[in-house]
């Protein structure tokens, strides 16, 4: 089982920046990918960012060029800097790892993720 801890939101307007914070709790498993997920009221959950063991990153289209993802496993601890915030990033984000390796097209699709953590809440007032 494998522990994810994250960190970091809070409230910011418009243009302001937050750095999330994941830390794992146990062993990571090998060749896994990270990812960062969000999941607004009345929406379903969305693939926001994730890298794999090569800290090889992908991005969804909606946060490209302003959220950056990257990953310490000395630490074992995952970051997302979320910069240029809107109001439609409002959400709860949540980390995620992977038992493995991911093919490139699954990498920012929730279903794949076996262990999550519990969310940390970003809000961004207008």
């Known amino acids: 089982q494998v522990h994810l801890v994250e960190s970091g939101g809070g409230s910011v307007q418009f243009g302001g920046s937050l750095n999330l914070s994941c830390v794992a709790a146990?062993?990571?498993?090998?060749?896994?990918?990270m990812g960062w997920f969000r999941q607004a009221p009345g929406k379903e959950r969305e693939g926001v960012a994730a890298?794999?063991?090569?800290?090889?990153?992908w991005y969804a289209d909606a946060v490209k060029g302003r959220f950056a993802i990257s990953r310490d496993d000395d630490t074992k601890t995952l970051y997302l800097q979320m910069n240029s915030l809107k109001p439609e990033d409002t959400a709860m984000y949540y980390c995620?790892?992977?038992?493995?390796?991911?093919?490139?097209?699954?990498?920012?699709?929730?279903?794949?993720?076996?262990?999550w953590g519990q969310g940390t809440q970003v809000t961004v007032s207008s």
């Open positions: 995620a790892t992977s038992p493995g390796y991911l093919e490139y097209s699954s990498r920012l699709t929730d279903a794949p993720y076996t262990f």
């Open positions: 890298i794999d063991k090569d800290g090889r990153p």
């Open positions: 146990v062993y990571l498993p090998g060749r896994n990918c």
